[in-house]
């Protein structure tokens, strides 16, 4: 993934999801296994108030502009900005490190296309594998060759 297409439009909505994890209160115990930067990890204290000085601005920003009459790129333009603000200031917080390591961390896990495919494909084996064993619901149907062949005499 290049870094201009970090700032899509397309993934504007992606951004602040993904940097709320550490402050959301029922992912507390889940931190440790999330592979997030230790000291992040350690004190996420410090994040929320980044996090929500984040939020503020990106709302006031959002809510100032004529979105209707936005130009392509605007709003890749405006998240890049708030985004790169909240992690100077973790960058001041806990470390040039510790910024660079949760941006290269959102990037990977909520931005990269390749991530999201996979987990795509995932999602559909998962959701076919955990269905009722009385159920049909969610279960391939055979490819219409299949249906057709199974008809043809054995040679």
């Not at 992606?14 to 004190?43: G, H, I, K, M």
């Not at 890749?76 to 941006?103: C, P, S, Y």
């Amino acid at each position: 993934m290049n870094l201009e297409s970090l700032w899509k439009d397309s993934y504007t909505l992606n951004w602040l999801p993904a940097l709320s994890l550490p402050v959301l209160p029922w992912a507390r115990d889940f931190l440790p296994v999330l592979e997030l930067p230790s000291p992040l990890v350690e004190r996420p204290d410090i994040w929320t108030p980044i996090y929500e000085r984040a939020v503020a601005d990106c709302d006031a920003r959002w809510r100032a502009k004529n979105w209707a009459v936005a130009m392509p790129g605007e709003r890749g333009e405006l998240m890049r900005q708030v985004v790169t603000k909240a992690l100077f200031e973790l960058a001041e917080q806990l470390g040039q490190d510790v910024a660079v390591d949760f941006e290269r961390w959102v990037r990977r896990h909520f931005l990269c296309h390749e991530v999201e495919s996979a987990m795509f494909a995932w999602r559909l084996v998962l959701r076919t594998g955990c269905c009722p064993p009385s159920s049909r619901r969610g279960f391939p149907h055979p490819p219409y060759w299949f249906r057709f062949c199974q008809r043809l005499p054995i040679w």
